[in-house]
């Protein structure tokens, strides 16, 4: 089974709610990426998102495309990032092994390099799914296909803008999970969240069986409290990059070590949240 599929599974028998971190790869480098992947999931992450950097980010905001810009200048490439995953994998321990990562990668990086060949370097190096923000749900079936022969999933993304059939649409192409992006706009840490997310949300839910996971603009214990009644997963971004960033001159291990406490205290305000929800 793909990890996300038994992820889901697991914590719908335990009524509880994934913690997805977004890293991206390579910012400030690639041993500080691993680093932080696997001090994420043992402070209690259940899947970990990684962003392929790209020249020209589609719905990023400032934080996080311009740590985008920061490795590729230091000259990080895909085939890079693949083995850093491969070496996780390899190296990893029994929980970090059942921890499904996705990436967050543009059609472009993947048409670039020939989709199946993209493909099977995500599979080999232990990728569960992909997430194409520039590919429309016209043009996604190959990719879906192509995909799920070599057990990646396909995640695909809904907007507070997308009309209601186009939704179903979407849902009914999408595999894993589906990413509701909880503003129309960029990613970015915000003070609250639109007051008719959780009814879009909600809708959402009587549409699809597909588990639902909010990204953008979620960077505190208020929005994890206000979400998690109607999520099955929760994205925090530009809080674990943004901190990253201005600590670039710091000790690494000190910065992931306290990157590591917010996401742990993410996790029990998520925890208990849940529990109540």
Same mark, same amino acid.
């Given at each position: 089974?793909?990890?996300?599929?038994?992820?889901?599974?697991r914590l719908r @028998?335990?009524?509880?709610?994934?913690?997805?971190? $977004?890293?991206?790869?390579?910012? *400030?480098?690639?041993?500080? %990426?691993?680093?932080?992947?696997? +001090?994420?999931?043992?402070?209690? @992450?259940?899947?970990?998102?990684?962003?392929?950097?790209?020249?020209?980010?589609?719905?990023?905001? *400032?934080?996080? @495309?311009?740590?985008?810009?920061?490795?590729?200048?230091?000259?990080?490439?895909?085939?890079?990032?693949?083995? %850093? $995953?491969?070496?996780?994998?390899?190296?990893?321990?029994?929980?970090?092994?059942? &921890? *499904?990562?996705?990436?967050?990668?543009?059609?472009?990086?993947?048409?670039?390099?020939?989709?199946?060949?993209?493909?099977?370097?995500?599979?080999?190096?232990?990728?569960?799914?992909?997430?194409?923000?520039?590919?429309?749900? +016209?043009?996604?079936?190959?990719?879906? +296909?192509?995909?799920?022969?070599?057990?990646?999933?396909?995640?695909?993304?809904?907007?507070? &803008?997308?009309?209601?059939?186009?939704?179903?649409?979407?849902?009914?192409?999408? &595999?894993?999970?589906?990413?509701?992006?909880?503003?129309?706009?960029? %990613?970015?840490?915000?003070?609250?969240?639109?007051?008719?997310?959780?009814?879009?949300?909600?809708?959402?839910?009587?549409?699809?069986?597909?588990?639902?996971?909010?990204? $953008?603009?979620?960077?505190? *214990?208020?929005?994890?409290?206000?979400?998690?009644?109607?999520?099955?997963?929760?994205?925090?971004?530009? @809080?674990?990059?943004?901190?990253?960033?201005?600590?670039?001159?710091?000790?690494?291990?000190?910065?992931?070590?306290?990157?590591?406490?917010?996401?742990?205290?993410?996790?029990?305000?998520? +925890?208990?949240?849940?529990?109540g929800a």
């Open positions: 089974m793909n990890r996300i599929d038994a992820l889901f599974s @028998a335990e009524k509880q709610r994934a913690l997805m971190p $977004f890293v991206t790869a390579g910012d *400030p480098d690639l041993p500080t %990426t691993a680093m932080l992947i696997n +001090e994420l999931v043992a402070r209690g @992450a259940h899947m970990v998102e990684v962003g392929i950097p790209y020249s020209d980010p589609i719905a990023d905001g *400032p934080v996080i @495309a311009a740590s985008y810009h920061r490795a590729l200048e230091r000259g990080v490439k895909v085939g890079h990032i693949f083995q %850093t $995953f491969r070496t996780l994998r390899a190296e990893g321990s029994g929980r970090f092994n059942e &921890t *499904p990562m996705v990436a967050m990668v543009s059609y472009a990086i993947i048409h670039r390099i020939g989709v199946d060949r993209y493909l099977n370097d995500a599979a080999t190096a232990g990728l569960d799914g992909l997430i194409v923000p520039d590919l429309p749900v +016209e043009e996604s079936r190959s990719l879906m +296909e192509r995909a799920s022969v070599r057990h990646l999933k396909l995640i695909q993304l809904i907007t507070p &803008t997308t009309p209601k059939d186009r939704a179903v649409e979407i849902a009914r192409s999408t &595999t894993g999970f589906i990413y509701y992006v909880s503003v129309a706009g960029i %990613t970015g840490e915000r003070q609250g969240l639109p007051s008719d997310l959780v009814d879009a949300v909600g809708w959402l839910r009587t549409q699809t069986d597909l588990p639902i996971c909010i990204g $953008f603009g979620i960077s505190g *214990p208020d929005q994890i409290r206000q979400l998690a009644p109607v999520a099955d997963g929760l994205i925090i971004g530009s @809080a674990i990059v943004r901190r990253l960033a201005e600590a670039v001159n710091r000790p690494r291990a000190d910065v992931v070590h306290e990157i590591g406490q917010f996401i742990g205290e993410m996790a029990k305000v998520l +925890e208990t949240a849940s529990a």
